[in-house]
């Protein structure tokens, strides 16, 4: 299984980005994949899930309204997309899988990070002006 990602880059404040999530080697009918972040210094937080199998979407407070994630099962593809972005939300950002979709069985789990067994290499997103 391969996660990876790309679209980072650096934005103003205010500015937009979509990052793209392609996996290979993982089936795409039934799959949970989340966006986490971590910022230097910072734990790593969860951003963004999407359960394949029936389009759930699940959001951390800070970013509801702001970020959109969404899934292209024939791209195998997850994105997330980032709007209104703020200097809080520089950090380096991963994509996971869970190939068990726990969160289908309760939303305690889409930021789990433990519950992932896939990861992303990563990609960095830095807002500044």
């Known amino acids: 299984v391969q996660l990876v990602e790309s679209g980072g880059g650096l934005v103003q404040p205010g500015g937009a980005l979509r990052l793209s999530c392609a996996a290979s080697?993982?089936?795409?009918?039934?799959?949970?994949i989340a966006w986490f972040r971590q910022a230097p210094g910072e734990e790593r937080e969860g951003v963004s899930c999407?359960?394949?199998?029936?389009?759930?979407?699940y959001y951390a407070d800070s970013v509801k309204g702001r970020f959109t994630i969404s899934s292209d099962k024939a791209k195998n593809t997850v994105y997330l997309e980032m709007n209104s972005l703020k200097p809080d939300d520089t950090a380096v950002y991963y994509c996971?899988?869970?190939?068990?979709?726990?969160?289908?069985?309760?939303?305690?789990?889409?930021?789990?990070?433990?519950?992932?067994?896939?990861w992303g290499q990563g990609t960095q997103v830095a807002v500044s002006s």
């Open positions: 996971a899988a869970d190939p068990s979709a726990r969160v289908l069985s309760s939303s305690w789990y889409a930021f789990i990070s433990s519950e992932y067994e896939y």
């Open positions: 080697g993982i089936s795409f009918d039934d799959v949970a």
């Open positions: 999407i359960a394949t199998l029936d389009g759930s979407t």
